[in-house]
């Protein structure tokens, strides 16, 4: 299975075309190396289930970040009454073998507990480690998720800067919603990277926003700069209805935009596109594809989806992702290695 793997994603990116920036930067080729690593949050369901990782690291060890469904019945702690979907942390040493450290510990900033965050994006930066989340806010006329802000000190304990959604999507071609988040830095902006929907609500695409690093980065610090028409959309069949879980890593003065393909159980897969700006992105070559769903009888024969990509101290670049066997199973947590090829 691992060797089948390896040459579907060398396929896929030997199809990618080199290019040069005008400052001399490489569009490199991208290998993905899967690992044996699989994780599942069995603390809430009697079968383990995460989804929508995100890592960094705090010292000698890693924390990785994810979305999980509400407790089974028999699975609630006495005494409590259902939170919800909401996000866990675990722990590892080595990002292949991992364990529950605890739900993500969320406060609003009068310090009351917090539930209902998910697909989190922590990074840290800045002296601090920064926490972008989705939650449903009461603001919004239809509902919809947006997207939040956070800061901590251990990885743990998270306090919202403000009370209010960063970023409430507010467009001509959209509808009020942004999730799914992702930033970086490019010179002296934060940029904010968002999934939303057309008007419709039946096609999620890609936005982007940006903020002066080093802000508060609040709901007046952004600007809009899909504010006329998204930054991605769908394009290719494998992509079907859906772009989303957008993440980016930069390397050698190339940033490399991984993202998902296809909504969740629609076969899900991992598309890639670079930009040596960090704001207009091409799609690698035939049609973005780079990370298949696995082969009949694999563990994430279903999908391969929604990636987050890490970067270690020694250079290391890691893309985690969810994949799960079938339309109805849940979902687990895997990592590959990233290889940039000269």
């Known amino acids: 299975m691992k060797k089948i793997f390896i040459t579907m994603a060398v396929i896929a990116a030997l199809m990618a075309t080199d290019m040069f920036a005008a400052n001399g930067a490489k569009v490199r080729k991208v290998i993905l190396e899967p690992t044996e690593m699989r994780y599942g949050d069995s603390t809430r369901t009697s079968i383990p289930f995460a989804k929508d990782p995100t890592v960094i690291r705090l010292g000698n060890r890693y924390l990785m970040y994810y979305s999980v469904t509400s407790y089974e019945e028999d699975k609630m702690p006495a005494g409590t009454a259902d939170t919800g979907w909401h996000s866990g942390i675990a722990e590892s040493t080595d990002l292949i073998h991992w364990s529950k450290v605890d739900d993500l510990k969320l406060y ?14 922590v990074k840290r930066f800045g002296g601090k480690i920064h926490l ?12 919809n998720s947006n997207i939040w802000h956070a800061v901590s000190k251990d990885g743990i304990n998270f306090y919202n800067v403000y009370d209010e959604p960063i970023l409430y999507m507010n467009s001509k071609w959209s509808i009020d ?16 990277l968002f999934a939303t929907r057309e008007t419709t609500g039946e096609v999620q695409m890609l936005g982007m926003a940006e903020a002066p690093y080093h802000s508060d980065y ?10 006329e028409a998204p930054l991605m959309k769908p394009d290719f069949p494998w992509e079907m209805s859906c772009i989303e879980a957008p993440t980016v890593i930069k390397h050698k003065g ?12 629609e076969f899900q897969q991992i598309g890639l596109a670079t930009s040596t700006d960090g704001y207009n992105y091409t799609r690698i070559a035939p049609d973005g594809l ?11 024969q279903g999908e391969s989806g929604h990636p987050g990509v890490f970067q270690d101290e020694d250079g290391q670049v890691y893309l985690f992702f969810q994949g799960k066997a079938h339309k109805n199973a849940n979902y687990l947590l895997s990592v590959c290695k990233v290889k940039f090829q000269d």
């Open 254 to 265: 190339v940033y490399y935009l991984f993202y998902a393909g296809a909504y969740n159980h």
């Open 177 to 192: 919603r942004s999730i799914d988040a992702e930033v970086y830095r490019v010179g002296n902006k934060l940029i904010l």
């Open 290 to 300: 780079l990370f298949h769903a696995g082969e009949e009888g694999t563990w994430n």
């Open 218 to 227: 609040g709901p007046d610090k952004w600007t809009l700069l899909s504010k």
């Open 132 to 143: 972008f989340y989705q939650r449903k806010w009461k603001g919004s006329p239809s509902g």
């Open 108 to 121: 609003d900033t009068s310090g009351e507990r917090i539930w209902g965050a998910v697909a989190p994006c």
